[in-house]
């Protein structure tokens, strides 16, 4: 695809601080993180980090049945602040160097390799086919989707030209939605933030067949022209990908309308959002709460 920029090695500083401030002492909680980036072909972790307080008195990290790596820990003292800091530092290698979108599969051949078969290869990519908590698959988003896959036409191809039109046809309103929105109340309100344009999109080629994932993570943004780069100003950000048989997972970010390349984090990847909130968990007591976040992605020299 002769519009894709290539761009050089860059490595990335990423602190996510989540604190929580409860109306009442939380007595005990039991919490589980997805907090903690894994490396992955393009993706090289350095560093990383976490910081809870007040201390946990058990934590232990286990890997999901996604390849994601979860911290489960435990709080038994009252407390009525919850601070959890992530710190890493990662390498990004360009991904997309000699794409060409024309060379994937045509839609419906990777459709068909991902419909059961008695005596054919599985591909565990199958997972990734079915509706999940978060995304139906739906008449409506179908027939929304076959604007882009006409007959013949590559995933890859398809897949581009579904993120264009997404990013051309909803509007980002960060006060639209909330976390728990499912994909087809966003896609009817064409309305939402990065994690809600990432789930439509999902939606979407499910809806015809393909297989279709969440992933989260941390985007790299340019302060405006002559100011200085604000720490803690950023956010998490979330985007989707595509599987083409030939030639593998296609990460897309429909808020943004680019492939996701060197200034994308990938923190997590699952079915939707709501396998990988960043905590989760059971508490005793609390009542109320406030949740501050502040997002860091700074570039090292």
């Given amino acids: 695809m002769s519009d894709i920029a290539l761009t050089k090695l860059t490595t990335l500083a990423v602190q996510h601080i989540t ?3 409860y109306a009442h002492p939380v007595e005990l909680a039991q919490q589980r993180a997805v907090a903690s980036p894994s490396s992955y072909p393009w993706q090289t972790v350095h560093a990383h980090e976490i910081a809870i307080q007040p201390a946990p008195s058990h934590q232990h990290m286990r890997t999901d049945a996604f390849g994601n790596r979860v911290l489960h820990f435990m709080l038994d003292v009252p407390h009525e602040t919850m601070c959890l800091s992530a710190s890493s530092l990662v390498t990004l ?17 990777a459709a068909q ?3 059961y078969q008695a005596g054919q290869p599985f591909h565990r990519e199958t997972e990734f086919v079915y509706a999940s908590p978060n995304v139906a698959l739906d008449a409506e988003m179908r027939a929304y989707a076959q604007g882009s896959f006409g007959p013949g036409v590559t995933v890859a191809a398809g897949a581009i030209d579904l993120m264009h039109r997404i990013h051309a046809d909803f509007a980002y309103h960060s006060e639209a939605t909330e976390v728990h929105t499912p994909a087809r109340e966003a896609f009817a309100l064409r309305s939402g933030v990065c994690q809600d344009f990432a789930q439509v999109m999902i939606g979407c080629l499910r809806s015809l067949g393909l297989a279709a994932r969440y992933v989260s993570g941390y985007l790299l943004t340019d302060p405006p022209p002559g100011e200085a780069r604000l720490l803690g100003a950023d956010a998490s950000h979330a985007w989707a990908g595509v599987w083409c048989p030939t030639l593998g997972w296609i990460d897309l970010d429909p808020t943004n309308d680019v492939l996701a390349d060197t200034r994308h984090v990938t923190l997590a990847i699952a079915r939707d959002y709501s396998d990988i909130p960043l905590l989760h968990g059971v508490i005793v007591g609390g009542g109320e709460h406030t949740v501050e976040v502040q997002v860091s992605v700074v570039p090292q020299t």
């Fill in 113 to 115: 390799c991902l419909r």
């Fill in 19 to 21: 604190t929580y401030r």
């Fill in 93 to 109: 290698q360009p991904r997309w160097h000699g794409f060409d979108a024309a060379r994937s599969l045509p839609w419906e051949a």
